[in-house]
């Protein structure tokens, strides 16, 4: 149980154009769902939280115009780079949270999507 | 500011040895501790994970210990293998409200046979 998929699992794309990220819990229904970001041998940094049905909590210094976060369902939320540059190549983790099998509250990560921008 | 200190940044183990990575919080309101396992070009893995409640949780060769006066806890690894190497995150959480984990910078390790 607990699985949580991403779609692509690796993207090129050119500088200029926008890329979508998706990210769906399988087996669970997550209203709230958190997208990092990595770079290489970094650790993970907390773009933003996303709410189903209510607009994203975007994290100091991570741009809201840039990347569009949509939570439509309890299952789906969505990263979208918009004119994406160079520099936004990067590995993107979400996770959703879920409740473990002691109760507690838990994240649960996705396999991750390397953005490739050329 | 790093909510959550992580040390070592890297780690060599023999084959059979134990791996220790060490982290320290200052946040007192964080009440849950989770460990990640990652492995490269993959998501994060929960390995395992603690409450502030207990001293010491074991799952199989990993142990966590916990340390509360000292606002630290550490990840054991008895017999390490080559399949464990990775880069493993300490996190820090509240278990309620926003829920946000704050991890640590990530230790790689590496076990050599």
């Known amino acids: 149980g607990a699985v949580v998929s991403q779609h692509p699992s690796r993207v090129i794309c050119k500088s200029g154009t926008s890329v979508k990220i998706e990210c769906r819990s399988l087996?669970?229904?997550?209203?709230?769902m958190f997208w990092y970001r990595q770079f290489p041998k970094k650790s993970l940094m907390l773009m933003a939280t996303s709410n189903e049905g209510s607009k994203a909590t975007y994290e100091q210094g991570v741009e809201k115009d840039k990347f569009l976060i949509n939570h439509a369902s309890l299952t789906l939320s969505t990263l979208t780079v918009t004119s994406a540059h160079p520099e936004d190549s990067s590995f993107y983790i979400c996770?959703?949270?879920?409740?473990?099998?002691?109760?507690?509250?838990?994240?649960?990560f996705g396999p991750g999507t390397r953005l490739t921008v050329t | 500011q790093q909510q959550v200190k992580q040390s070592p940044q890297s780690l060599i183990v023999q084959k059979g040895g134990i791996s220790i990575i060490n982290c320290a919080y200052e946040n007192t309101a964080f009440d849950y501790f989770p460990w990640y396992q990652q492995f490269p070009g993959k998501g994060p893995a929960l390995l395992i994970a603690?409450?502030?409640?207990?001293s010491e949780k074991k799952e199989g060769r990993f142990t966590i210990s916990f340390n509360k006066s000292a606002k630290q806890f550490s990840l054991h690894i008895m017999d390490s293998q080559p399949g464990d190497s990775a880069t493993y995150f300490c996190a820090a959480s509240r278990r309620t409200g926003a829920n946000n984990l704050f991890f640590g910078t990530g230790t790689r390790l590496t076990v050599i046979p």
């Open positions: 996770s959703a949270r879920g409740t473990s099998g002691s109760g507690d509250y838990e994240q649960y």
């Open positions: 087996d669970f229904q997550a209203t709230t």
């Open positions: 603690i409450r502030p409640d207990v």
